[in-house]
DNA sequence: TAGGCCATCTGGTCCT
DNA sequence: AGGACCAGATGGCCTA
C-alpha cells in the first residue's frame, strides 16, 4: 500500500507522539501499535539484559560505570526517534517531487511509489533540459544575428546592446547563436514525448498524457535556466533495472 | 498466496 | 560525544 508521512499508517506523524507515550522511562509498555515494534522492544530489552556492561549499541556508547538499562533504552530510543524523524524528513521531501511530477494528482490517484518518483523526476528532468536546448536552437533562429540577452526569463533589449561586461548575452544562448538548424518543438523534443499517461500503477481512470499536477508550472514559473543559477544537467547515464523486478515495465514507462 | 512497497528498529560508519 | 546517514532485517498492508 502506499504508505508515507501523508497516509494512514503507523509512520504518520503522530507516531513520535505515540512513541513518547508508549515507551515509558522503564519500558512497561512499549508498544508503537505495532507488533513488531513491541517485538523489537523486547527484543532490545532481553539483549540489553542479556548483554551484562556491554551496551548494546556498540563499544561507542561506553558508558561510565553503571548504565541503567532504563537509560540505555532511552538512548535508543531516542535514536530511533531521530530515525524515525528522518524517514519523515525523507518522505515529505519525496511528497514534494511528486507534487512537482507532470503526473495526475488526486486522492483516487494511486501515488506514485519511491522508485516511480525519482525515475520519474529523473525522465522529467532530462525531458526539461531537451526542451531548454530546443527552446536556445529556436531563440538563436528567431534573432539570427541579433545578439539578444535573455536572462532569466526575461529578454532585456537595453542589455542586449549594452555594454555591460557581463551578461551582455545569456550563457544559454552561447550555442543557439551558432545554430542554424531549423526545427520544430515537436518533432525534435524527444522528450516531450516521453511524459506518458499513467502507467500501471496508477489505478484509476486514465487521464491525458503530460497532465500536470497542481505544483506545476508552465514555462515562465520554471527555474532560472541560466548557467548562473542552473545546476548542470545529469548525464545520460542508463539506468538498470536490477533488483527491480516489478518495475520493470514500469521502468519503460518512465523511462521512456 | 506471492510479491511489492513501506515503516520501523538496529548497528555500523562517518562527520562535526 | 553526538548526530546524520546507511543498509540489513523484520513484519504489516495491499494487490494481482
Keep these: 500500500m502506499d504508505s508515507d508521512s501523508s497516509s494512514s499508517r503507523a509512520s504518520s506523524p ?5 512513541y513518547l507515550r508508549n515507551h515509558l522511562p522503564d519500558g ?3 508498544s508503537v501499535s505495532s507488533t513488531q515494534n513491541e517485538l523489537n522492544q523486547k ?5 540489553l539484559s542479556r548483554s551484562g556492561e556491554k551496551t548494546p549499541i556498540g563499544s561507542k556508547y561506553k558508558l561510565k560505570k553503571q548504565v541503567t538499562e532504563e537509560e540505555i533504552q532511552q538512548l535508543r530510543l531516542k535514536i ?3 530515525e524515525r524523524k528522518r524517514m ?4 515529505l521531501a519525496m511528497d514534494g517531487l511528486r507534487e512537482v511530477m507532470p503526473y495526475a494528482h488526486g486522492p483516487s490517484v494511486r501515488k506514485l511509489s519511491k522508485i516511480a518518483t525519482l525515475l520519474l523526476a529523473r525522465n522529467y528532468i532530462l525531458m526539461l533540459t531537451s526542451s531548454l536546448d530546443e527552446m536556445k536552437r529556436l ?3 528567431i534573432y539570427g544575428g541579433h545578439h539578444s540577452a535573455f536572462h532569466c526569463g526575461t529578454v532585456n533589449h537595453t542589455s542586449a546592446h549594452s ?6 548575452v545569456h550563457p544559454l544562448l552561447g550555442g543557439a547563436l551558432s545554430s542554424s538548424t531549423p526545427s520544430t518543438l515537436s518533432t525534435t523534443l524527444p522528450g516531450l514525448t516521453s511524459i506518458r499517461a499513467p502507467h500501471s500503477l496508477m489505478k484509476t481512470a486514465p487521464t491525458p498524457p503530460l497532465q500536470i499536477g497542481s505544483g506545476f508550472q508552465h514555462w515562465a514559473g520554471l527555474p532560472c535556466p541560466c548557467t548562473i543559477c542552473q545546476v548542470p ?3 545520460h547515464v542508463p539506468i538498470t533495472s536490477t533488483g527491480l523486478t516489478r518495475l520493470s515495465s514500469e521502468n519503460k514507462e518512465v523511462m521512456k
Design 28 to 30: 512497561r509498555v512499549n
Design 163 to 168: 555594454a555591460s561586461p557581463t551578461h551582455q
Design 80 to 82: 530511533n526517534g531521530r
Design 233 to 235: 544537467p545529469p548525464p
Design 139 to 141: 531563440v538563436g533562429e
Design 88 to 91: 519523515h524528513d525523507l518522505n
Design 14 to 18: 503522530d507516531m513520535d507522539g505515540m
Design 43 to 47: 527484543m532490545t530489552s532481553e539483549h
